[in-house]
């Protein structure tokens, strides 16, 4: 099942006198987190508005509304930050890390199921599909020669395996 919001960072500290926070992103690029107006705050999901943000050394400083100084910004401290699933504009075929949890893997020879998706590892080259069924775990490579198709809706990702895999 979708969730409706998705976690996007974390604040880690505070940037400066008047009130910014620093954000770890936990996305593709530290530039996704900059173009949302409204974040939500733990799993409350408290709505607050964001003033401006800007990317510095892979970091998100955000200027939240209502923050105005050192001890505001310290409250928000390890704070988990969210967006709601309905606000990015996504590219077509694209899609949620996190949407990929718990789907079946199939191979797409036979469609004999071979797991469900446990963890996604996210290395410099591309992601890594950890893929648990039973006792053994497999690691799938995020690419088209191992991924024939993912299919969110469906529930399942089809594999291409290949000898040794």
């Not at 974040?39 to 964001?50: A, C, G, M, R, S």
């Not at 310290?74 to 967006?83: G, S």
């Not at 469609?111 to 591309?126: K, R, S």
Request: contains cysteine; aromatic residues 8%.
């Amino acid at each position: 099942m979708k969730q409706q919001y998705l976690e996007v960072g974390k604040v880690t500290n505070v940037h400066g006198l008047m009130g910014e926070v620093r954000v770890q992103p936990w996305a593709d690029s530290p530039d996704f987190l900059c173009q949302f107006k409204t974040l939500y705050v733990d799993q409350n999901h408290f709505p607050i508005h964001v003033e401006r943000a800007r990317v510095h050394k892979n970091m998100v400083i955000l200027k939240l509304e209502g923050i105005t100084d050192v001890n505001g910004a310290l409250a928000m401290r390890n704070a988990i930050l969210y967006i709601d699933r309905k606000d990015p504009n996504l590219p077509e075929g694209s899609f949620f890390i996190a949407d990929l949890m718990g789907l079946e893997v199939r191979d797409a020879k036979d469609n004999h199921v071979l797991g469900q998706i446990a963890d996604v590892l996210t290395l410099p080259a591309n992601h890594v599909y950890v893929v648990r069924g039973g006792e053994r775990e497999m690691m799938i490579p995020a690419v088209p020669q191992f991924i024939q198709e993912v299919n969110i809706d469906g529930g399942y990702l089809l594999v291409n395996l290949i000898e040794g895999l």
